[in-house]
């Protein structure tokens, strides 16, 4: 069974400052990997995945995250923080062979200060 | 396309009355998940169903609640009678397989708020 594990339900970072959330996952094999952003009211929405091939992913809105096999982790990071990016950020995994069902973890809650 | 379309936005009922939360996928997705969020447990996967068939309603947390997908562009997921405990914001998500390397696309969710 695969799992993910968010360090932190809050991370909190000045405007400009670099943004860090971490993800680890446990599963049999490398899965699929994914980040998705909530802002207030909103449904989720995708900022980015690794399927395979380069294991640094850029997405959307300057956030990019690294696939590290050795460390079973898929870390989100953006070097310079916006007040818009104040949202809550989900690390998810899918089984590559598996039941393909996307499992998510707890979630972090990104707060930006001015 | 729209994206995925949930109704209500919405909903604030009492208790014991039956709830019933709609939602229309993206044309041409097989796959539909019903999600359930709060602050204590997160974002919980109530059921989804594939090719409009219902594959594991194992996150059902009761019998009061139900899910049904008469169609490839209709799901529904009732709650009968619903409690208190039952208030959080419920999102439906639909996807495209493709061996697990696809993106689950969000609706915005209803506010199900049960006095």
């Known amino acids: 069974a695969q799992s993910v594990t968010q360090l932190g339900s809050h991370v909190s970072v000045s405007e400009g400052a670099l943004v860090l959330l971490r993800c680890n996952y446990s599963?049999?094999?490398?899965?699929?990997l994914f980040w998705y952003v909530q802002y207030p009211n909103q449904g989720l929405q995708l900022l980015l995945k690794?399927?395979?091939?380069?294991?640094l992913v850029k997405g959307i809105n300057g956030f990019e995250a690294e696939f590290k096999k050795s460390e079973t982790s898929f870390h989100l990071t953006k070097p310079s923080a916006h007040m818009s990016d104040a949202a809550e950020y989900f690390c998810?995994?899918?089984?590559?062979?598996?039941?393909?069902?996307?499992?998510f973890g707890r979630g972090t809650s990104l707060i930006v200060h001015p | 396309d729209a994206g995925v379309i949930q109704s209500p936005r919405h909903e604030v009922t009492e208790m014991g009355q039956e709830v019933t939360l709609r939602c229309k996928p993206i044309?041409?997705?097989?796959?539909l998940f019903w999600y359930r969020q709060t602050m204590m447990r997160g974002l919980e996967l109530l059921i989804y169903?594939?090719?409009?068939?219902?594959?594991?309603d194992s996150g059902m947390p009761e019998d009061r609640f139900s899910a049904k997908m008469p169609n490839a562009s209709f799901s529904t997921l009732k709650i009968q009678p619903s409690e208190p405990r039952d208030s959080a914001v419920y999102f439906c998500?639909?996807?495209?397989?493709?061996?697990?390397?696809?993106?689950?696309?969000f609706g915005q969710g209803t506010r199900l708020t049960v006095v």
């Open positions: 599963s049999s094999v490398p899965p699929y």
């Open positions: 998500a639909s996807s495209l397989s493709g061996g697990g390397n696809t993106e689950a696309f």
């Open positions: 690794y399927t395979t091939g380069a294991t």
């Open positions: 169903f594939n090719n409009n068939v219902p594959i594991d």
């Open positions: 998810a995994v899918s089984d590559r062979g598996g039941s393909y069902i996307p499992t």
């Open positions: 044309s041409g997705h097989d796959y």
